[in-house]
């Protein structure tokens, strides 16, 4: 196949609260091409998280998508649910793996049940063949003793083994994308480390897509291709990967990076960006970054789209100047 798997095209979402309306996503465009891993980043707020409920179908009021697009291998998906025949895209094709596997799990149903209804509802297997497949995929996420294990309750699993079998449950039905939000901030460093392994090794045998989306550019640096940076709802940045570390072009990413503790550019001190991003309810028209922005100027208050910048893109009129001197 050749093309996108999955497009998204202008994404607005607003949230309906009473103090207003929250713009969560203001004109988010990505795509992703069959077996890359894109990494999502930025801070809490930026709206990493809703990008991964639009494409999973999963806004729901009081949220809801104002304008745009996203399209799954050419399909719109916008409107659609799992009720109106979308079943074999979400679930299938395309799943998701959250923070938190202790309340994605069912705690009264056995680890074996619930992977096992994953592929008899998905592939139709029997009881039995449904059986057989979830000990073979605890065993390809690397939970030993498999055939025991099955018959366990969540409560019985570690953190790392509960992520394990979310995992094992995402990649059940061979998806073509994995979208993972946040899937080892729950857990400590050396299953963290463990758990991206995993992810990378998948990644590599099945030919799957990710997306990773994590507030911790450290993650990142091993695991994805391309990165795309959001700020305030909107990507200012995006590149392959090592191009984001070695000469990050938008002024935030610079920042971001600066003060990502174990980066070769973080080394010296760690440093934070001062300064909170804007509030989303009426979020200025041009650069959002613009107060926190070191080289940030008048001109900066005109609306900065996404343009080419090198292998990427960046929505900066700045885009390449350093930012911050000391790095
Ligand atoms: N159900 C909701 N109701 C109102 N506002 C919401 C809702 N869900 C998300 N938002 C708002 O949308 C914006 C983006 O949130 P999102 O959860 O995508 O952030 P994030 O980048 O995933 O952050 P974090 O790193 O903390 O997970 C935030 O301003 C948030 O307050
Ligand atoms: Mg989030």
Redesign the pocket.
Known sequence: MSGPLLEIDDLH?D???RAGT?K??RGVSLSIAPGETLG?V????????????AVMGLIDV??RISGGEVRWRGQSLVGRSVAKGARDIWGKDITMVF?NPMTSLNPLMTIGDQIAEVVEIHLGLSRKAARARAAELLAAVGIAGAARRLDQYPHEFSGGMRQRVMIAMGIACEPKLLVA??PTTALDVTIQAQILELLAELQEKMGLAIVL?T?DLGIVAGLCHRVAV?YA?QIVETGPVDDIFEAPSHPYTQGLIRSTPGLEAAEKRLISIEGMPP??LHPPSGCAFLPRCPIGDEGCRAPQALHPFGAGTVACRKAGEQAWRDA
């Open positions: 979402v949230f309906d609260t929250v969560a996503l999502i930025g801070e809490s707020g930026s709206g990493k998280s809703v990008t991964a409920q009081p949220g923070q939000d946040e989306i507030h959001m709802g509030g989303l």
